[in-house]
């Protein structure tokens, strides 16, 4: 099957700054695809290269089967882009603004009609008839998110879609993308993590221009999760955390309210038989000792170092 | 075509709805309609400001005709409405890049050389429609005050002018295409303005480029002789050019 993005050693630079490095990217047909890194990481210049905005410097992307370096009017017919701040016509209402939209595509008059209603109430904006000049900046997003959907793309991809909106505006945005799912691509990126733990299947994130990870979300997180270790034992558990901390291979231990500890290890075997042997030469019992799963955001952090967020 | 078709419509309307339809044709009709008046009655209101001495003044100089009225409307052409064209123009393409229309515009299909020839046509034709509008104001104001008004020498000036308006807003296409800032597009446009009225100055120049245009609507409002031809020919020719080479600047820019 054709992916409906593939990025092959994508670099672009900017004088002597590079901001993207050599990134590989795959994004399956049907999926919905989180692309999260800090801000600065390169996300918004990857998001202008998949569009035709920007050029790379080397590299080769292709969208919907085609390169982007030669894509034409039939390429873009199928995609639908929000990008981080949407520029509107000021003077239009929204409902002009779809309308010009679907125009752009080439939409029939009864098509067109049906679709603007109902993105319209997608978006909330049903019975708004001011000018766009005078939205609020989550009104705006959420037309931005409706104006990416009048052709009913086969790639959606959308900068930073929720990072404007209020709770509820949020959670419409992402139950709307999220009711796309097998039906449209969806590529979006963000740097709010729980947004893509919601309603992403598979996630890359970039940092300082590279892909540190991509893999399925279940996937990624177990292969880290892997390098944590979650252990109760019946008492003295203070002792044993403290000795645990000790050892090389204990990147940082947390202690639960209850005799709980949990370890973020760097060598997961070496941990596997020290931890029993540890217990049991302080005569504890032992009630549990298992891998232990990280979020996405510890996985985050882990990958692109916690003092850039 | 569709996209392009869908652009024009929305250049067109966003003429009509916002300060652009009363800019150029408000400054155009104004002049319209008080050239004539001031053609005819600027003596008489010299004379009752200017006491005796320019009483006598007055006498020296020949009654006023429907050509000074002429004369008035081709001034305010190309002295007063060409700056005010290039200054508007300075940010045909750049304020779309500033404001990022254009980026939700060319993600669409719709391609950069659509975008930039639909600007530019739409924007001559609305200059094209604004002078005649004003010319035909002028026309009949000159034929009401003077009584008499021969419609060849208006007409022709006023066409000359229109094919240097035209090149003009090719130029200002081409420079809001090459530069972010409207205000550096216009310095840069005012500057070109005056080597073309410098050029203007040559003979040779004069015959075949469109620096013939520089003078020839004032020459021919005044009911003078200009070869306009070649002129308004070459500046037709130079104003599709520069629209063409508007467009692919445009293409190599990163948006």
Known sequence: MTPAVEIRRLTK?????????????????????????????GKTTTLRILTGLARPTKGTVRVLGHDVATADNAVRADIGFLPDVPGFYEWMTAEEFLRFAGGLFGIGRKVLDERTGVLLELAGLTDITTRIGGYSRGMKQRLGVAQALINAPSLLMLDEPTSALDPMGRKDVLDMLQSLRGRTTVFFSTHILADVERICDTVAILDHGRVVAQAPIDELKARYGAEKVVVEVGEGADELAAAIGAEPWAAKVE??????????????????????AMVA?????LHRMEAGEM?????FVQLVGGGQQ | MSGFAAFVRKETTEILRTWRIWVLPGMLLMFAVTGPFLARYTPEIIGAVGGSQAAALLKAIPKPTYLDSYAQWAKNLTQIVLFAVIIIY????????KSGTAVLVLTKPVSRTAFVVAKALVHSLFLALAVVLGTLVTWGGTALVFGTAAGGPLWSSAMSWLAFGVLFISIMTLLSALLGSQAGAAGIGLGVFAIISVAGLWEPLTKYSPAGLANAPMVLAAGGESAILWPMVTSLVVSCVLVASAAWAFKTKEL
């Open chain 1, 13 to 41: 630079t900017y004088g002597h700054k590079r901001a993207l490095d050599r990134v590989d990217l795959r994004v399956e047909e049907g999926s919905i695809f989180g692309f999260l890194g800090p801000n600065g990481a």
């Open chain 1, 281 to 285: 030469a302080r005569r504890l019992p």
């Open chain 1, 255 to 276: 202690r639960d309210t209850n005799d709980t500890i949990a370890v973020t290890v760097t060598d997961a075997d070496a941990a596997s038989r020290a931890i029993p």
């Open chain 1, 295 to 299: 979020g996405l955001e510890e996985v």
């Open chain 2, 90 to 97: 300075g940010g045909l393409i750049s304020s779309e890049r």
